[in-house]
């Protein structure tokens, strides 16, 4: 389905991951797509200081989705991903973290394969893990977490998530989950997960942001934990982990 191409398509779009935020996390290869573009078709999380990476004669567009602007804003996106191909420019379509997860990237690149433009994937690093990392928690830890589990806390009414299904793995790590917080919290202590356990909120991880609220599964289900997006939620033991020196010495020396 996807073409795996490790050059830059002439007339073509390359789907970037932007990485969670520093421009000090994007890729190699991401930093020489983007010094090459023609243009950039970039993403409401994709950072300011990641885009002045980009050609600055690169014609630069906006193409992030409000509430309820999914399907009439992704439709433009196809549009304009084949009008800019189509007239001989290469395109970066930079989405935040890895252009895979949670992005719409496997849809677009079907959509440009499907009409014939050359398309390439390069992947980024995902917020789902670099996000606690870089705050300090380990999404493993011998003895304590053997699995992890990355969700969606944005369920569409026709793919309601079933958080019982999720209940049993050591960490969960949910994006797109502030809004719905408490209902999810509320779920998965319903499926059996344990009150108690630690949750932490990270709010803008990986930039000068970075905010990390410490809490337990109950009290984001009672509606006690204030919370404001782009964060990523993370419900397990691993959060009693958090080296706090870690974070505020990368903090320090970034
Ligand atoms: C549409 S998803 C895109 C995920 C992206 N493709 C990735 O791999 O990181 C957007 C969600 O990712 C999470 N996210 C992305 N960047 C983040 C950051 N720097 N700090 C906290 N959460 C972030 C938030 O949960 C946000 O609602």
Redesign the pocket.
């Known amino acids: 389905m996807l073409l795996a191409a490790t050059s830059r398509p002439a007339g073509g779009v390359s789907l970037v991951?932007a990485?969670?935020?520093d421009p000090d996390l994007l890729t190699l290869r991401a930093l020489r797509r983007l010094a090459s573009a023609d243009v950039v078709l970039y993403?409401r999380?994709v950072s300011a200081e990641v885009l002045a990476l980009a050609n600055p004669a690169a014609e630069f567009v906006y193409a992030g989705k409000g509430p309820g602007q999914q399907e009439p804003v992704q439709a433009e996106i196809f549009r304009l991903l084949l009008e800019f191909a189509q007239a001989g420019k290469h395109v970066v379509r930079l989405?935040?973290?890895?252009?895979?997860?949670?992005?719409r990237?496997a849809e677009e690149a079907e959509f440009l394969l499907a009409h014939g433009i050359p398309c390439e994937i390069v992947p980024?690093?995902?917020?789902?893990i670099?996000?606690p990392g870089h705050a300090g928690i380990p999404v493993t830890y011998r003895h304590l977490a053997s699995s992890f589990t990355v969700v969606?806390?944005?369920a569409r009414k026709e793919g309601r998530i079933r958080w019982a299904h999720h209940v049993h793995s050591d960490t969960l790590v949910?994006?797109?989950?502030?809004e719905t917080r408490a209902a999810i919290a509320t779920e998965l202590i319903a499926a059996g997960r344990n009150p108690h356990q630690p949750v932490a909120f990270?709010?803008?991880?990986?930039?000068s942001r970075?905010h990390v609220i410490e809490t337990t599964l109950a009290e984001v289900a009672a509606g006690l934990v204030e919370v404001t997006?782009?964060?990523?939620?993370i419900a397990g033991e691993v959060v009693r982990l958090r080296h706090k020196e870690v974070a505020s010495h990368v903090a320090a020396s970034a």
Not at 95 to 103: Q, T
Not at 174 to 178: A, F, S, T
Not at 229 to 233: E, G, K, L, N, R
Request: with cysteine; net charge negative.
């Open positions: 991951g990485g969670p935020g993403d999380l989405k935040s973290g890895d252009p895979l997860v949670f992005g990237g980024g690093i995902s917020s789902a670099a996000v969606t806390g944005h949910i994006l797109m989950g502030v990270i709010e803008n991880g990986c930039t970075e997006a782009p964060a990523i939620f």
